[in-house]
């Protein structure tokens, strides 16, 4: 089979396109048949080597992808071959055409989602869900502020907090994103590249400020942030490229917490509660995975430098 293999930490161009064996399922494990995988911002940290949970060379990365069922090991009852899913995580990679996974990081892909969609479920869908409900408890009518709402997290999160009755306000960096922000349900959205842009929701919150907030960037924005979150409100840190700065006297007028998040500390209880509210989601149409670009497989650099680089707007996802 086809697959992206990287043999040393660097760049996107350390990725490269080659030939490997086929996986064979074990006892409890399940061969999927990739017809799209998802890229994250975590596949390009473990590429360049600066995650904090660096992968053993040569690896293939990725995790999201959406597929059918090849073949199945001794022991798996809860799919069979040609079954449609999509994976939480693989043991191979699913950068590839075909990517081993234990049985338990396989899932069911309803009709009305396509292979490109079940592409950006779990990690995007998966990280939202956790820190909207799991790290911030975020309740029906309070207010949330969603940095970098064009993304994939941030698409997941606006659905997930419109369709739980939150009021949302979301910021992207273009038109485009903004509009996208806006067709996902959110009821406000801000451009975060216009200087002061934050100065408008004391308007937008009765001057109550926010009562949960989403950061994707928080060397950037959490000195800021902590300046308009609501008395008792819960920030959450999704991402952050950088070391930061804060004025601790913020936190302690607002009693504030500042809770960090990262997908892969979630707790088996948390795993089927997500997986359960998602597919419930999904099958009901209220969330709907929002595919922005489609790339060959062999343009997995190009993807990361896309990611990396460029204004959010919704998944990328290649096609083997």
């Known amino acids: 089979m086809k697959a992206i293999r990287v043999h040393e930490f660097g760049p996107p161009e350390v990725m490269t396109l080659a030939e490997t064996a086929d996986p064979r399922p074990g006892p409890g494990q399940v061969v999927v048949r990739v017809k799209a995988t998802g890229v994250n ?36 009852t809860r799919v069979k071959a040609g079954d449609r899913v999509y994976t939480s995580g693989t043991i191979s990679g699913a950068y590839a055409e075909l990517a ?31 820190a909207l409900f799991k790290r911030a408890q975020a309740r029906p009518a309070e207010t949330v502020l969603v940095h970098g709402a064009s ?41 975060h590249r216009t200087p002061g842009y934050l100065d408008q929701l004391p308007a937008l919150t009765g001057n109550r400020g926010v009562h949960v907030l989403l950061e994707m960037l928080a060397n950037v924005n959490l ?73 060959p497989l062999a343009e997995a650099p190009r993807a990361h430098h896309t990611i990396m680089e460029s204004p959010a707007y919704g998944k990328i996802v290649l096609i083997p």
Not at 105 to 125: C, D, K, M, R, W
Not at 156 to 172: C, D, K, R
Request: hydrophobic share 35%; charged share 20%.
């Open 41 to 76: 911002p975590t596949d390009a940290y473990s590429r360049s080597g600066a995650y904090g949970r660096r992968p053993v060379l040569p690896f293939t990365p990725g995790s999201d992808a959406g597929g059918l069922v090849e073949s199945a090991g001794e022991g798996v």
């Open 151 to 191: 993304g994939g997290v941030g698409t997941a999160a606006v659905q997930l907090a419109h369709a739980a009755g939150l009021t949302v306000i979301g910021t992207a960096g273009s038109e485009r994103g903004r509009r996208l922000v806006r067709e996902q349900g959110a009821d406000h959205v801000l451009d």
């Open 223 to 295: 000195d800021k942030d902590l300046q308009v979150v609501a008395p008792g409100g819960r920030l959450v840190v999704i991402g952050s490229r950088g070391r930061v700065e804060i004025t601790p006297r913020d936190i302690m007028w607002s009693q504030a917490t500042i809770l960090g998040l990262t997908l892969y500390k979630t707790t088996d209880n948390e795993k089927a509660e997500i997986f359960a509210a998602l597919e419930a989601g999904l099958r009901q149409g209220a969330l709907r995975p929002v595919v922005g670009e489609e790339m």
């Open 100 to 130: 081993l996974c234990d049985e338990g990081q396989v899932h069911p892909l309803p009709e009305n989602v396509t292979f490109s969609q079940g592409a950006g479920i779990y990690i995007p869908y998966g990280t939202a869900y956790r």
